[in-house]
T-cell receptor, first 112, second 117 residues
């Protein structure tokens, strides 16, 4: 069974701080890694994807991938109250079907 | 990014009726779409994978005859909840796959909230 684990939180950070969200996965052959943001009552929205080891930056968001340790993280710099949401990690494994496995999500609360 | 629409966004129906939900990829062709359901404060649950021109692949525990999926074209997949009951009330979300191979990315529709009375 391919698993994607996230701490459910909530993770509470003050406005302006860096929020760090982590995700671990069990399938060592995983190839694609995604972060989605889901506001309460809404559907998930793609924030970032990463395929290679290292960091990938997009505005205030940085995704970090470490395949040897089987974890992927999302850093949100200068956190804003509007960043308060549940962040879902998704991992697409090897094997041809390319159906991603989603983690349960981490709830982030950014307080003023 | 790619745009996926769903219709309707809200539906309220009586127990025993059938409800059809449409999922469309607006600016790209999607050979594969996915259907999820999500209960309040719970995680996404994949129901089925919808493939254009072939039968859908259902996840374990999902009733094929209850949740009928038709992927009639490269831009449209439909989910029909047959003989709906109150326990079918949930948030149904579709997604469409864009890209190739392991670099494919899923884009989600806005979801359909179903309430069965």
């Amino acid at each position: 069974q391919k698993e994607v684990e996230q701490n459910s939180g909530p993770l509470s950070v003050p406005e302006g701080a860096i929020a760090s969200l982590n995700c671990t996965y069990s399938d060592r052959g995983s190839q694609s890694f995604f972060w989605y943001r889901q506001y309460s009552g809404k559907s998930p929205e793609l924030i970032m994807f990463i395929y290679s080891n290292g960091d990938k930056e997009d505005g205030r968001f940085t995704a970090q991938l470490n395949k040897a340790s089987q974890y992927v993280s999302l850093l949100i710099r200068d956190s804003q109250p509007s960043d308060s949401a549940t962040y879902l990690c998704a991992v697409t494994a090897s094997g041809g079907s390319y159906i991603p496995t989603f983690g349960r999500g981490t709830s982030l609360i950014v307080h003023p | 990014g790619a745009v996926v629409s769903q219709h309707p966004s809200w539906v309220i129906c009586k127990s025993g009726t059938s409800v059809k939900i449409e999922c469309r990829s607006l600016d790209f062709q999607a050979t594969t779409m996915f259907w999820y359901r999500q209960f309040p404060k719970k995680s996404l649950m994949l129901m089925a994978t919808s493939n254009e021109g072939s039968k859908a692949t259902y996840e374990q525990g999902v009733e094929k005859d209850k949740f009928l999926i038709n992927h009639a074209s490269l831009t449209l997949s439909t989910l029909t909840v047959t003989s709906a009951h109150p326990e079918d009330s949930s948030f149904y979300i579709c997604s469409a796959r864009w890209g190739r191979g392991w670099q494919e990315t899923q884009y989600f529709g806005p979801g359909t909230r179903l309430l069965v009375l």
